[in-house]
């Protein structure tokens, strides 16, 4: 079971962190990614860490303004985001992959197995 928290809303150019509490297996067991959904839009990628931690990936559209990290040993994943824009307006989920190879992630969101219930993200101009 994935849980989100920490969204909210904000002005452009603030800042948020959010965070991804897990249940059940082993943390470690999965890759986890995060992806947002804007009203009327597919849900899109925004970043991805592997189960070791080692490599980080990011959608152009939010390079060199988020973070993803994660803490295997506190089974919680984060996604700190700054400089926020209105297009970054959406509802974040995190998600977790059983990936197979522990030095690398997906992108790609029918690879995640599991998913948190979203928590909303707004920034206004």
């Known amino acids: 079971q994935l849980v989100e928290s920490g969204g909210g809303l904000v002005q452009a150019g603030d800042s948020l962190r959010l965070a991804c509490t897990a249940s059940?297996?082993?943390?470690?067991?999965?890759?986890l990614g995060w992806f947002r959904q804007a009203p009327g839009k597919e849900r899109q990628f925004v970043a991805a860490v592997s189960r070791n931690g080692a490599s980080k990936y990011y959608a152009d559209s939010v390079k060199g303004r988020f973070t993803i990290s994660r803490d295997n040993a506190k089974n919680t994943g984060r996604l700190q985001m700054s400089g926020l824009k209105p297009g970054d307006t959406a509802v974040y989920y995190c998600?977790?992959?059983?990936?197979?190879?522990?030095?690398?992630?997906?992108?790609?969101?029918?690879?995640?197995?599991?998913w948190g219930q979203g928590t909303q993200v707004t920034v206004s101009s």
């Open positions: 059940g297996p082993p943390f470690n067991n999965y890759a």
């Open positions: 998600a977790a992959d059983q990936h197979e190879v522990s030095y690398t992630a997906s992108i790609t969101a029918s690879d995640y197995d599991f």
